[in-house]
């Protein structure tokens, strides 16, 4: 039913920033919480920030604090990650995550996945 696809991964060099876009049919977008995990070979996916169906109060890993910022156009049905001072350690998959419930940062609580993108920060 809802299909998530992700867009704006690539190569970026370390300090730089890159912005990931989420593009979310099939559904009713301004009812789902939408979030960000990201995964590296050999690791499970990890929570990397969430933001509520109306905006407002957002969640983020203490990791990306201060760096990362998750925003959404619900008239585009879009949720966005845009990620400064990027360093080598932010390399991964990024996946983008949509549930019916409220805000959580748990994976197994997600119902809707895309199908990652790949950000990689050369030092």
């Known amino acids: 039913q809802v299909q998530l696809v ?3 991964g690539g190569l970026v060099q370390a300090g730089g920033s890159l912005r990931l876009s989420c593009a979310a049919s099939g559904g009713t977008f301004t009812s789902y919480v939408m979030g960000w995990f990201r995964q590296t070979p050999g690791k499970e996916r990890d929570f990397v920030a969430a933001i509520p169906w109306y905006g407002g109060n957002t969640r983020y890993a203490d ?14 049905n879009t949720v966005y990650l845009q990620m400064n001072s990027l360093k080598p350690e ?6 983008c995550a949509a549930r019916t419930g409220g805000l959580s940062i748990f994976l197994y609580q997600y119902d809707y996945w895309g199908q990652g993108t790949q950000v990689t920060v050369s030092s």
Not at 63 to 76: E, Y
Not at 90 to 95: F, G, K, L, R
């Open 90 to 95: 932010d390399t991964a998959v990024y996946y």
């Open 63 to 76: 990791s990306v604090k201060g760096r990362f910022t998750i925003s959404r156009d619900n008239a585009k």
């Open 6 to 8: 992700e867009s704006g």
